[in-house]
């Protein structure tokens, strides 16, 4: 009877917002396929649902085990809060002293670095493709991410993010500045990728996008959320305030060729008051000049835009002003 071919390999196990586990494996499956397998933790609160193979052409265990203790050594998994690990791997199981299992360690990855093999023999988009495939194995296995429902991991990514606060590591272990700093640097990779692949926002055009923007105005005025949980009063406010932040710190001429560069893009788009019919335009307008509105410090009332000139020439605040109709 032919004896089964095995498998060497190094891997990281880890929950999706959570913590991670390094380890060493053989199996008579290609590494790859290994899907179930996410190491020999004792930590019962561990619950991984990833998997990358760090390297997997090794020729024995031994050497498997001896990038294993490297690992554990250089991130100190016996006290770094992050890792499930709760010891350091100390020997090959026996095989080899540490120090020897080290130096081996050491050659092997210098050799295959050398050598252009391993991990060192792939490039980044065959590592991509890999992991892609292997993603779609779990999916049709329904194993490890696959196997758990959404509410599942809903759940053990609240856990997740709820242990990596306490315990201070990941984004929780960054000042404001270096999460500043990380996330324009992943906003800028991700956007310049995205803008080659034609994916995320890059993928859609101005039409769907468009549409997609009308959709979830609508659905935000439905629920009664956001932007349509003020009053007339706090929109109006809220829009001098923002004025007053933005476009109001800027000289007339700069913001008279903003609102022309505005007005161009609405004409050309189809967008704004150019979506709407002539009759619709009529309709706004009889509703907008229907509004009457008082000044709360003469009395004086007006439609909305009468009111602003009225207010303005006599040097009242035009945020002192209610509307009664």
Known sequence: METPKEYH??????????????GSRTCECLPEEDIKYFGSFADKTFNPTHKIIIKDDYSTRAEADADEILLHDYFEVDIN????????????????????????GRVNGKKSKELGVGVHGRTKEQMTEDGKKGAQKTKELGA?????????RIENSKKGVRKAKELKVGIFAMTKEELSKAGKKGGKI????NKENKTGYMGRTKEQMTEDGKKGAKKVQELGI???????????????????????KLPKEVRSEYGRMG??????NGTGI?????????????????QKWMCLETGYVSNSGGLSKYQKAKGIDTSKRKRIA
């Open 190 to 193: 991700g956007g310049q990728k």
């Open 81 to 104: 809060p992050h890792f499930a690990n709760r010891a350091r791997q100390t020997s090959t199981k026996f095989r080899l002293p540490k120090e020897k299992a080290v130096e081996i």
């Open 144 to 152: 490890g991410f696959y196997a758990i429902t959404k509410e599942t």
């Open 263 to 268: 007005a161009r893009i609405h004409m050309q």
């Open 9 to 22: 390999y190094t891997y990281y196990s880890y929950e999706e917002w959570g913590r991670g586990y390094f």
């Open 226 to 248: 956001g932007i349509f949980t003020l009053t007339s009063e706090e929109l109006s406010a809220s829009a001098k305030k923002a004025y007053a932040n933005g476009l109001g």
């Open 274 to 290: 150019f979506s709407l019919t002539p009759e619709q335009k009529s309709e706004l307008s009889k509703r907008n000049n229907a």
